[in-house]
């Protein structure tokens, strides 16, 4: 069975400066690969996905994601944040198809004025 | 567009109540979820449906029953509630297209029990 490790679990960081946020999945010969972002008492919502093709992914706000299957990581980056990316993010992975995704248990982002 | 609408928003239970967590999808998918987020634990399945007429354990299956009522409604049900089932619940469907698996999330219920 997949799983997914987001090595930091808070994430502090100041206005205007980047931010990684970390990913590892355990190893399978092929994955999808997404990352999503929950604002306070929201839903989730879809930032980019990996599915096949360049290992480097751009969502939206700003935000990319580089694949790296060597590494077994999907770390997601973003070269400048603001105050309203302050949310949990949260890595997971699926088997190729229509099959349930298997979450990390989430990155507090905190981003400090 | 109302994507996944899940009802109710809020609800407090006693331990031994019984209540069903009701899911709606209009967006024509196949496949619905049913996951919990629990502080520092992520979100984990519960059950899922791949298509109407089937269902198939998850993770965390154990206190729940699903329901999938047709292509369009997925419901959870908890028989004899207990506190260890306080949490968010968060229903989801998806479909695959040539441009892949995405996942839409409703905004989630949330459950006390106490």
């Known amino acids: ?17 980047p931010v990684e946020l970390r990913c ?17 008492n929201q839903g989730l919502q879809l930032l980019l996905k990996y599915l096949s093709g360049s290992t480097l992914v751009k969502g939206i706000n700003g935000f990319e994601a580089e694949f790296n299957k060597s590494q077994t990581s999907f770390h997601l980056r973003k070269p400048s944040v ?4 302050t949310a949990e993010y949260f890595c997971a992975v699926s088997d190729p198809g229509n099959t349930p995704l298997v979450f990390g248990k989430g990155t507090r982002l905190s981003v400090i004025a | 567009n109302a994507g996944v609408t899940q009802t109710p928003k809020f609800q407090v239970l006693k331990t031994g109540q019984s209540m069903t967590l009701q899911c ?18 992520g979100l984990r399945l519960i059950y899922y449906s791949a298509s109407e007429g089937t269902t198939d354990k998850g993770e965390v299956p154990n206190g729940y029953n ?47 029990v106490v």
């Open chain 1, 1 to 17: 069975a997949q799983s997914v490790t987001q090595l930091d679990s808070q994430v502090p960081v100041f206005e205007e400066a």
């Open chain 1, 24 to 40: 590892n999945y355990s190893s399978s010969v092929s994955v999808y690969l997404f990352w999503y972002v929950q604002y306070p």
């Open chain 1, 82 to 85: 603001h105050i309203s990316d």
């Open chain 2, 24 to 41: 709606a999808q209009d967006m024509n998918h196949n496949s619905m979820y049913w996951y919990r987020q629990d502080p520092g634990m």
């Open chain 2, 66 to 112: 699903v329901s999938r009522l047709n292509k369009r409604e997925f419901s959870l049900r908890l028989e004899s509630a207990a506190p260890s089932q306080t949490s968010v619940y968060f229903c989801a469907s998806s479909e695959l297209t040539v441009s892949g698996n995405t996942i839409y999330f409703g905004e989630g219920s949330w459950l006390t």
